[in-house]
């Protein structure tokens, strides 16, 4: 199967940008729905954003509308997650995520997602 693997964390300022990428090692996504999750510590895994095809649809968490932007780029097989506005409470581990299940839109769940990367940290400091 494909394997993921995400870049681009690291410490930031609350209120600072971070840009995320997520590299597949196959040369296209197929059909996966693509998505972010992240943890924190002692914390559940939490849905941040997905990205489907066709369409180019996105979704998002309430907690990231408006700040958070996901997208790809087909020609790098990569996934970003561009998040701006970022706060304190948002440090976690993020995750890249890939679900090939055929489902009419997304799942929030992380347990339907088959393929994950190793996660990269994510710290706001305040």
């Known amino acids: 199967q494909v394997q993921l693997v995400e870049s681009g964390g690291g410490l930031v300022q609350a209120g600072g940008s971070l840009r995320l990428s997520c590299t597949a090692s196959g040369p ?11 943890q924190a510590p002692g914390k559940g895994r939490e849905f941040v954003a997905a990205i489907r095809r066709p369409g180019i ?6 907690s990231v509308k408006g700040r958070f932007t996901v997208s790809r780029d087909n020609a790098k097989n990569t996934v970003y997650l561009q998040m701006n ?14 679900d090939a299940t055929t489902r009419p839109g997304y799942s929030g769940n992380f347990g339907d997602y088959e393929i994950w990367g190793q996660g990269t940290q994510v710290t706001v400091s305040s």
Do not use: G
């Open 57 to 62: 649809i996105t979704y998002y968490a309430d």
């Open 28 to 38: 296209i996504f197929n059909n996966y729905i693509m998505a972010w999750f992240r």
């Open 85 to 98: 506005s970022l706060k304190p409470e948002e440090t976690a581990v993020y995750y890249c995520a890939a």
